[in-house]
């Protein structure tokens, strides 16, 4: 079984910076892509990075130049940067990894993390 574990998530003021990793864990082969999505109460979740799939990191327009995605660390891990904090960044932030399981197969599955809390105050 393969588990995401978000950690680093918190109370932030606006301007600041913040870090939260994505630690992926248990019977996996390889990770194919990794994002982080967000979701603020009330609102859809939405994709924030992307990193992985031989590309460059791609960002939504409203964290790009603020936001910094890793590169895949150990095989395992993935970071997000997040820097010049504003209040409508609070959200849940959420890892997603698409991921292969078996060596033999080219197939890959889609895991979530539980999420992680960001607030950041005015």
């Known amino acids: 079984q393969v588990r995401l574990v978000e950690s680093g998530g918190g109370l932030v003021q606006a301007g600041g910076s913040l870090s939260v990793s994505c630690t992926v864990s248990?019977?996996?082969?390889?990770?194919?892509?990794m994002h982080w999505y967000r979701q603020a109460p009330g609102k859809e979740r939405e994709l924030v990075a992307t990193?992985?799939?031989?590309?460059?990191?791609t960002y939504a327009h409203s964290v790009k130049g603020r936001f910094t995605i890793s590169d895949i660390v150990n095989g395992n891990t993935v970071y997000l940067q997040m820097g010049s904090l504003k209040p409508e960044d609070t959200a849940v932030y959420y890892c997603?990894?698409?991921?292969?399981?078996?060596?033999?197969?080219?197939?890959?599955?889609?895991?979530w993390g539980q999420g992680t809390q960001v607030t950041v105050s005015s």
């Open positions: 248990g019977n996996f082969y390889s990770i194919n892509v």
């Open positions: 990193v992985g799939g031989g590309g460059r990191p």
């Open positions: 997603n990894g698409d991921i292969r399981t078996d060596w033999r197969s080219s197939r890959s599955y889609d895991h």
